[in-house]
């Protein structure tokens, strides 16, 4: 496997990622802990945090179990779960490997969102298996949020947990994605000038993310979608789609185009990469209509900014953190699973997804609206309190909210 060095350079200041990293890794021997919200100085305080004490909350709980939400952290607490199988852009590297990633997240939810969350790593492979696992602990939990599941294994996952918990799940590489693309895609509109149902939008990535974004995009109106993967353009009746492929080449590509990515993004509004990179040339760029380039593949995006610049991109957005427009995750996660378990949402719908879309999108100004500035910095501490306000009165509306 091959190693992309990420080489950071600020003034005079340069600085190796993957060197820094490992070494902050190693000196910090982890990222996040546990922290006790009460000391224990006293006999009494011990009493009081355990036992003899601890025994009447436990018997409340038993009297009432949704007294659990009050007298525990279960109400603030979220599972942070992989199977390693898709971290990152390493692939398949196990459980083990995955957990420093599943250790970031959580840090991030609790720096962003102050909502405590703890990686857990399955070593298994078997979807029945990590359903039954999830399933099992869920109720030490206010949410999970599924991690780096390859596809399409992570659809099925998913949508048994779904119907098994009562809890919030969300696999974060599909609907966190999506729904920051949507933010994204609003505010890139409104810089063009392009109108709401007319877009032809171009999804390169029929994976996980993909399908999620394309899913998202149609239920919010955008316009025609067309997902496009390794063989070319995905066509209602195509040869080779796996069920999630199949499910969406019948509401996908009205138009019935076939072909390669370069025949797809001819006259097209908006270029999403959920892909590899260097697969986009100017060329393809020019060919569309004031093109919307979101090229999201890390480290190396589907096309440079500066080359689609020169393929006359109107905005452009990436992966990447030292770019305009950085299309982050952790614009959305924190606030979205700070807003559900606030209100104890049973789940995290449609409806929700679009509420945090619209709330990420309006958090910019209009008079601050500009190409290189369609989306918070992802360091803004205001966005999760945004996005959370807007998730619970969703989940209000809805009528799943239990608090």
Partial sequence: MSTVTRIYRKGNHTMNVNEESLKLHYEMQGKIEVVSRK??????????????????????????PDAVFQLTRRSHLVAVITDGTAV????????????????????????????????????????????NTIVNISKSFGGINLEDISAPRCFEIEKQLKEKCDIPVFHDDQHGTAIVVAAAMRNAMKV????????????????SAGIAIAKLLLNMGFGDIILCDLVGIICEGGEGLNPAQEEMSHVTNKNKLTGTLADALK????????????????????????????????????????????????????????YPNQINNVLIFPGIFKGALAVRAKDITEHMKEAAAVAIADYIPENELNAENILPSALDRGVADCVAQAVAKAAREEGIARA
């Fill in 39 to 64: 000391p224990i100085l006293t006999r009494d305080d011990l009493s009081l945090m355990y036992t003899p004490g601890v025994a009447e909350p436990c018997r409340e709980i038993v009297k009432n």
């Fill in 267 to 322: 006259g097209a509004d908006a270029f999403v990469g959920v892909s590899k990179g260097n697969l986009v040339t100017p060329e393809m760029v020019a060919s569309m209509n004031d093109g919307i380039i979101f090229a999201m593949a890390n480290p190396t995006p589907e096309i440079m900014p500066e080359d689609a610049k020169k393929g006359g991109a109107k905005v452009i957005g990436t992966g990447r953190s030292d």
């Fill in 192 to 207: 063009t000038g392009k109108k709401m149902g007319e877009m032809k939008i171009v999804i390169n990535g029929a994976g």
């Fill in 88 to 131: 990152l852009g390493l692939g398949d590297i196990g459980p083990e490997a995955g957990m420093p990633v599943m250790e970031g997240k959580c840090a991030l939810f609790k720096e962003f969102g102050d909502v405590d969350a703890i990686p857990i790593c399955i070593d298994s492979k078997d979807p029945d298996e990590i359903v």
